[in-house]
């Protein structure tokens, strides 16, 4: 069209060399064409470019094929991109052994694509100790708001959260066993419990209630 034309001489040609009425239809047609983007929501935009952008990133996640570098995390090598780490975290090392590879794998999946999905609780743990190490507080701070005690999972995070130096974890989930001790002493996950804790709970006012 006339309009489509118009628009591509007027970007690419000198105006002064343009016939008369070809160039007053070329600035006609910008004019409108412009007035039609600024209409158009910029957020509207930013979602565009950042689907497009998060499709790219859902391609190079784990892909060997455009790989540079591989991170060796207790024995498994994880594909991975320097650029890509660079710009999200400034202590990445190339060879990682004090998180499970699962831990990592999360931790790579947030930093492409900005997603989490499907972490247990017991795992939850690692996955702050993880992001913290690597300078990532937004994703501790996701990790953690997701952990919420249950008498079927306080043991073991509790446990995980000794391994992996959460103290604050520690605490949280030392509170809630003491308060549900009836409970924690039945769960299967009592044994992950060491015997100084096992005692503490036992002791715990609510242990002593059921006694009585």
């Not at 930093?111 to 501790?140: H, N, P, W």
């Not at 073991?156 to 000794?162: I, K």
Request: aromatic share 6%.
């Amino acid at each position: 069209s006339i309009g489509v034309v118009g628009l591509l001489i007027a970007l690419t040609c000198d105006p002064g060399v343009m016939p008369r009425s070809l160039a007053s239809a070329a600035m006609q047609t910008t004019m409108l064409q412009s007035t039609e983007w600024e209409f158009e929501s910029t957020d509207v935009l930013l979602q565009d470019v950042k689907a497009i952008a998060l499709h790219a990133m859902e391609r190079l996640l784990f892909d060997t094929s455009t790989s540079d570098v591989k991170l060796s995390v207790q024995g498994e090598c994880i594909p991975v991109h320097r650029p890509v780490l660079a710009a999200r975290s400034p202590i990445f090392k190339v060879k990682i052994n004090n998180f499970p590879a699962e831990t990592v794998r999360t931790l790579l999946r947030y930093i492409y694509v900005g997603k989490v999905a499907g972490v247990q609780a017991k795992d939850t743990v690692a996955l702050m100790a993880c992001a913290s190490f690597f300078g990532m507080e937004s994703l501790r701070k996701i990790a953690e708001e997701n952990l919420t005690p249950t008498t079927e999972t306080a043991c073991v995070v509790y446990a995980e959260a000794g391994r992996f130096g959460q103290t604050t974890v520690q605490e949280r989930y030392l509170a809630y066993m003491l308060e549900h001790a009836q409970k924690v002493l039945s769960a299967e996950g009592l044994l992950q419990l060491d015997v100084a804790t096992i005692l503490h709970i036992s002791e715990s006012d609510d242990a002593r209630i059921h006694e009585l």
